[in-house]
């Protein structure tokens, strides 16, 4: 293996997880968080911050101990790890920001059983070195954040008429108060699958058709 | 402690603050186990199994070693639940080998079922004791299974529809979440003296 091939190896790893494979709208995980703590962009930014931390820390020391981890307890081995960062997430959260921690109640605590963490604990970084641990981490937790961005600006914008706590529009606006309460977030989630399935088959009508055009 | 207390716990879990719909708690096996009425009723039991055991180890934990070391809590809780659902997983391997295929990936997925944890804090902050606790799990579990039975049911049926083909599959079961959802918040002024 080349240089040249190893940091393109390490860009994919990095880059998949933005968008080509991004946890939320592609594998559909981490749903709970992403469902219930959308409801402003600045409490979605907040939990993405918070999946970051552990979902780097979790990968880093996972590929660290990669091969002393037993394999028939590595999954009970993995979640111990990730309880450990999340407590820490926890606490210097309260400390830190407790406006914040408030709002995101219990949801802090149960970044531990977000399934994008152990997922990637068991097809990734158990496997890997632990350079391309942290870059997959990276690139899924900033996939995680953004999925998280979308669906909370959208949703306070929409249901709050505001962006960040900011007022966007007049007083004649009316908030569509049903897209910050939970049905809101199955919603927009449905909505934007709508149309991410619409692009694709848009551009998989335009493949065939520039295919056709071209045999003819 | 007296009975109409419980049965207020009870009731308050499973329709008014229903896990599922309301506070977005266990959408993993909410989406991925409830293409059929039969498996999602028993994911839902297996589920309700857990969350009483979990209920009660962690009333115990909490009683008896966390108030010395607080910062053990989620560690701690997330050994219980892993180790009953290992323990639920062989039950149902030897009693029911087709359920065992049938819920496949999603049983051991049950360790990571924010219901489940969400529970075992929910209780503890709530401040509930040990017979409190049991009506809130038993509440959650039956919200529950509710919740996964009436969208099994709802997607039996939608399976056959005519619908748009970028419609179809996952947007589509959100849609009926959010329907369902909404439906659910019409609980919500139930019991409204408490």
């Known amino acids: 293996m080349t240089a040249q091939s190893d940091r393109e190896r390490a860009v994919t790893e990095l880059v998949k997880g933005i968008w080509r494979e991004n946890p ?41 101990l990669r091969s002393w981890i037993p394999k028939q307890v590595r999954i009970t081995t993995f979640i111990v790890i990730i309880a ?21 109640g219990a949801f802090i605590a149960l970044i531990v ?34 999925a998280l961005f979308m669906l909370g600006s959208i949703r306070e914008v929409l249901g709050n008429g505001s962006f960040f706590g900011v007022p966007l529009f007049g007083a004649g606006f009316e908030p569509w108060v049903v897209m910050i309460l939970p049905p809101g977030g199955f919603l927009t989630m449905g909505t934007l699958l709508m149309i991410f399935n619409w692009l694709s088959e848009r551009r998989k009508r335009s493949a065939q058709l520039l295919l056709e055009g071209g045999a003819a | 402690m007296n009975l109409t207390n419980l049965v207020w716990i009870f009731f308050s ?10 506070l977005f708690l266990g959408l993993c096996p909410f ?22 055991i979990t209920v009660i180890a962690s009333w115990a934990l909490e009683t008896y070693v966390l108030v010395h070391a607080p910062y053990l809590q989620l560690i701690s809780y997330i050994v219980v639940i892993a180790s009953t659902v290992q323990f639920v997983e062989m039950v149902i391997k030897k009693m029911s080998p087709s359920l065992f295929r049938a819920l496949g990936i999603f049983l051991p997925l049950i360790t990571t079922n924010c219901a489940i944890l969400g529970l075992a ?13 049991i009506f809130y799990a038993l509440g959650a579990g039956v919200g529950l299974t509710l919740a996964l039975v009436l969208m099994a049911g709802l ?25 369902l ?12 003296s408490h």
């Open chain 1, 24 to 64: 939320v709208f592609v594998a559909l995980l981490g749903l709970c968080p992403a469902m219930a703590v959308t409801n402003s962009a600045i409490n979605a930014l907040a939990m993405g911050g918070a999946t970051f931390f552990v979902l780097v820390g979790s990968s880093v020391l996972v590929s660290l």
């Open chain 1, 84 to 104: 450990t960062f999340v407590t820490v997430a926890d606490y210097s959260l309260h400390a830190l920001a407790p406006a914040v921690y408030k709002e995101l």
């Open chain 1, 113 to 146: 059983v977000n399934c994008i963490i152990l997922g990637r604990q068991e097809a990734f970084a158990s496997r890997n070195s632990v350079g391309l641990s942290a870059l997959d981490a990276l690139g899924m937790s900033a996939g995680f954040t953004l």
């Open chain 2, 13 to 22: 879990a499973a329709v008014i603050n229903n896990f599922t719909l309301s």
């Open chain 2, 31 to 52: 989406f991925g186990v409830s293409s059929k009425i039969g498996t999602a009723f028993r994911m839902g039991v297996a589920n309700i199994f857990v969350m009483v």
């Open chain 2, 121 to 133: 804090l929910f209780s503890v902050s709530k401040g509930y004791g040990l017979v409190e606790g």
């Open chain 2, 155 to 179: 997607r039996e049926d939608v399976e056959l529809a005519d619908t748009p083909k970028i419609v179809k599959g996952t947007a589509m079961n959100f849609f009926i979440a959010g329907i």
């Open chain 2, 181 to 192: 959802s909404m439906a659910f918040m019409g609980f919500a002024g139930l019991f409204a």
